[in-house]
């Protein structure tokens, strides 16, 4: 193993000089590295177990390194290598992740081609594996992990300013096209009276045989489609700044019987932030989240119309990491860093909380967070009364997250986190309830 990691790590070098070495021609020449180490370490996390669990720890690495060249004639070329794993080189995570390699072997997270001003039009075409996010990643984000795709951006100034993007990606290729699953989205924005105002419309195009899960049922697929209509508006001053992003999901899915069951979901997020500049305790911003999805009402049959908003390509992994409302349980529309039981669905968040730096360069950060489920089983305890005022009807526990961070230059810096997760008292569910809490030490270098 380790003759081969030497030989892979080798050869990623040498890669990286010939790239190099052919773009000596290049107008511009960029290399950008970072590098980000954790340690983590997570207590008390099986709730669904008649006995504590074992407490698990490990340091995770992260290497990236972006060569990018313009050449002349409006031409980009880049390329951005990446190497994750936890210490010692294994391939052993906490949580499956989407990553190509999780031992600390280099691989090719993007490897594009953008031409701007494409034949001297408002456009940009941009060729390769590439970085797909929109919003705030609610319904497409690639998680850094680099999509294969075609993607046409323009610029247009009539009948006033605004901005929209085109484009196909291939997230599986099976050989068949039958087989293959594929992404599809076309964005349009514009700044309009100091507001953002976007609308999108987002394709998941599933051919490849996934398992399709309703609560404890499940069943093979020839294809899942998602439509998504998503529409975001959002202002951004000194002082303050919000934004809300409602997305309508249809669709349906072919099992293998033939049968179809039809898709009629919604989902939605509220965030708003404000900032004091000069208080007693330094610079002050405060923010306020609610996010909102529907669920399934009805967990004993695969037939009936699934109501349950699943957006497949939400942002969710962050390295070796989750990626969500709350650092420990990472919660998004549908799932979080917990197996949630099958008979929850629609998962919600509402989140408070702050940031102040009392002194240059340090940040401290305050936050809680309400989880909650539209759907859940008779019996279940319930959300809090405001939560219920938005449907969100069954307690999935409560999270508090303390964070301090310092940037030593613009090149460094150092954080502390600290998380406490309190599950639901419902032994049916969950014969524990103690608190489960993930300690996390970061340090991230760029050069």
Not at 12 to 17: A, E, N, R, S
Not at 293 to 300: E, I, P, Q, R
């Amino acid at each position: 193993m380790k003759k081969i990691n030497i030989f892979s790590i080798s050869l990623f070098f040498i890669i990286v000089f010939l790239f190099c070495a052919k773009l000596a021609v290049a107008t511009t020449l960029n290399i950008d590295t970072e590098y980000r180490l954790r340690g983590v370490s997570y207590s008390e996390t099986h709730f669904d177990q008649t006995a504590s669990s074992v407490p698990l720890s490990y340091y995770s690495s992260r290497l990236k390194i972006l060569v990018g060249a313009t050449l002349p004639g409006n031409v980009e070329i880049g390329s951005e290598f990446c190497a994750i794993g936890v210490a010692g080189g294994g391939t052993k995570t906490v949580f499956a992740v989407p990553y190509q390699k999780t031992d600390f072997t280099p691989y090719v997270e993007t490897a594009y081609l953008k031409i701007k001003s494409f034949n001297e039009l408002p456009l940009d075409l941009t060729i390769g594996k590439q970085h797909l996010v929109f919003g705030d990643g609610l319904i497409i984000s690639d998680d850094e992990q680099g999509f294969t795709a075609l993607r046409v951006d323009g610029h247009f100034s009539t009948p006033l300013k605004w901005d929209g993007t085109l484009f196909t990606a291939k997230v599986s290729d099976n050989l068949k096209p039958d087989s293959d699953c594929d992404l599809l989205g076309l964005n349009i924005n514009t700044l309009w009276k100091e507001h953002l105002w976007e609308l999108g419309y987002f394709e998941e195009r599933d051919f490849s045989g996934s398992n399709y899960k309703r609560g404890l049922l499940a069943t093979s697929t020839t294809e899942i489609i998602k439509n998504f209509i998503d529409f975001r508006i959002g202002k951004k001053e000194k002082l303050s700044n919000y934004q809300f992003e409602l997305a309508k999901q249809s669709g349906y899915i072919t099992k293998v019987d033939g049968t179809k069951t039809d898709l009629d979901a919604l989902g939605y997020v509220i965030r708003g932030e404000l900032i004091g500049e000069k208080t007693k305790l330094g610079k002050v911003s405060a923010k306020a989240l609610f996010s909102y999805a529907t669920g399934n009402d009805d967990t004993n049959s695969l037939s009936s119309t699934d109501k349950a908003f699943t957006p497949d390509f939400t942002a969710r992994y962050d390295g070796l990491e989750r990626k969500g409302y709350g650092q420990l349980f990472g919660a998004t529309a549908f799932d979080g860093f917990y197996t949630i039981p099958a008979s929850f669905s629609g998962i919600n968040t509402l989140s408070l909380g702050t940031d102040f730096s009392p002194v240059y360069a340090l940040t401290f950060g305050v936050y809680y967070y309400l989880y909650s489920a539209s759907q859940g089983p008779k019996g279940a305890p319930e959300a809090s009364g405001f939560e219920r005022l938005f449907n969100a009807n069954y307690t999935l526990g409560v999270e508090m997250d303390l964070s301090m961070r310092y940037e030593y230059s613009k090149y460094c810096q150092f954080a502390l986190s600290y998380a406490r997760y309190t599950p639901p008292v419902f032994e049916a569910l969950w014969p524990l309830s103690a608190p489960a809490n993930r300690y996390q030490l970061e340090v991230i270098a760029k050069f």
